[in-house]
């Protein structure tokens, strides 16, 4: 049986400035993508006639993103996310996927964390943690 799987090569992570209409810029050099983590907590709704336990979920928390990247701090896109790490300012980010339909994910978040590291034998690395606020809103 063929896979259905897609390839990540080519997923493609965007950044604007709060707005509208978003203007969108690639980031460069990212290595790795990880998330969303998101999760919901479940809600006790247990009462005197129930026979086990039960729950509701409450509200879903999206998630953060990480990203590893190959850092350039002359880049102009790189800038921006440890300017708005700096700054605490809301971005908009979009994840492009290369799936046949072309998945499109698009959301707000703060970018929460960037950490640089150099090591011999390495090019300078950063990871950038990224706080979705909201949802995430999926096309295809």
């Known amino acids: 049986m063929s896979s259905s799987a897609i390839t990540a090569q080519g997923t493609k ?7 509208s209409p978003p203007s969108f810029s690639n980031i460069p050099e990212i290595r790795t993508i990880g998330g969303p983590d998101g999760s919901a ?3 006790d709704v247990t009462d005197l006639d129930s026979t086990a336990r ?4 409450g509200l879903k928390d ?19 996310l440890r300017s708005a790490w700096s700054a605490r300012t809301a971005l908009q980010f979009r994840v492009t996927f290369v799936d046949s339909g072309t998945t499109v994910w698009e959301f707000s978040g703060y970018v929460t964390g ?3 590291r150099a090591a011999v034998d390495g090019v300078i690395e950063a990871t950038v943690g990224i706080k979705i606020t909201g949802s995430i809103y999926e096309t295809t």
């Open 54 to 57: 039960e729950y509701v979920l």
């Open 114 to 116: 960037f950490s640089q």
């Open 41 to 43: 907590p479940t809600i």
């Open 13 to 19: 992570f965007a950044v604007s400035a709060a707005g």
């Open 62 to 80: 999206e998630g953060s993103f990480s990203l590893d990247i190959m850092y350039i701090p002359a880049n102009a896109v790189h800038a921006q």
